[in-house]
């Protein structure tokens, strides 16, 4: 076998497909290897500084509440995001997220030119139910979303559930440090994600949004 082909072997196994009405996923869980994904998550707790003050707050059928987690962005000069209520302008990149960046670029073939980073202090913090689907995000280009640390549950629940109109099966896995998670189109037209409240996780975890900004 040449080392391309076993190249792109590799590739195929690393990737598991998950895919189900209106859902379409590619979900790598060693993107990084343990060592990688250790030093990272080492350099994002020592070097990073998270928002404070009035971009800690998102607001919620009119009402403003305090996010349940730590944000803070990254990306190209002048990029900002808009979502629930809140302006959130990206900070120049950090050299280490740049390069991440550029890797998670190179495999899909996009450049993308924006981060959103959440950290979970522990299992009391949370993501609630939400589509990534504001008019400023490309929806053909696939949010990739890198987890670092505390493996946590993460949840896919169809619109039409939420609704109450038919009953679909959600679909959960666990995000592991280290790994990569493609949300391709149409997913996030139909589906909302979460990361519910988990009391077994103790230990931090920092997921990273990679979005391509119009
Ligand atoms: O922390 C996570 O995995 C969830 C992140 C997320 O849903 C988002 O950034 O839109």
Same mark, same amino acid.
């Given at each position: 076998m040449s080392l391309y082909d076993k190249m792109m072997k590799d590739k195929q196994t690393r990737w598991k497909k998950i895919t189900a009405e209106n859902i379409d996923l590619d979900y790598c869980e060693?993107?990084?290897?343990s060592i990688e994904a250790s030093s990272l998550l080492e350099y994002m707790e020592k070097n990073i500084t998270y928002l404070n003050g009035r971009l800690t707050y998102v607001k919620v059928f009119g009402v403003y509440h305090p996010i349940p987690r730590q944000q803070v962005a990254f990306g190209d000069d002048g990029v900002t995001y808009k979502y629930s209520g809140i302006i959130i302008p990206a900070q120049p990149w950090p050299k280490p997220l740049l390069e991440l960046k550029n890797k998670i670029s190179f495999e899909q073939k996009i450049d993308y030119n924006f981060v959103l980073v959440n950290r979970y202090k522990n299992g009391d913090d949370y993501m609630g139910e939400h589509k *990534? *689907?504001?008019?400023?995000? *490309?929806?053909m280009v696939p949010i990739a979303s890198l987890s670092l640390g505390q493996s946590r549950k993460f949840v896919f629940k169809h619109r039409d559930v939420k609704k109450k109109l038919r009953k679909i099966d959600n679909i959960n896995f666990h995000l592991h440090h280290g790994s990569l998670l493609f949300m391709n189109w149409p997913t996030n037209e139909y589906w909302y994600h979460s990361l519910p409240k988990e009391k077994a996780a103790t230990k931090v975890r920092i997921n990273l949004t990679f979005r391509k900004i119009k």
């Open positions: 060693q993107f990084l290897t *990534d *689907d504001e008019p400023e995000l *490309d929806k």
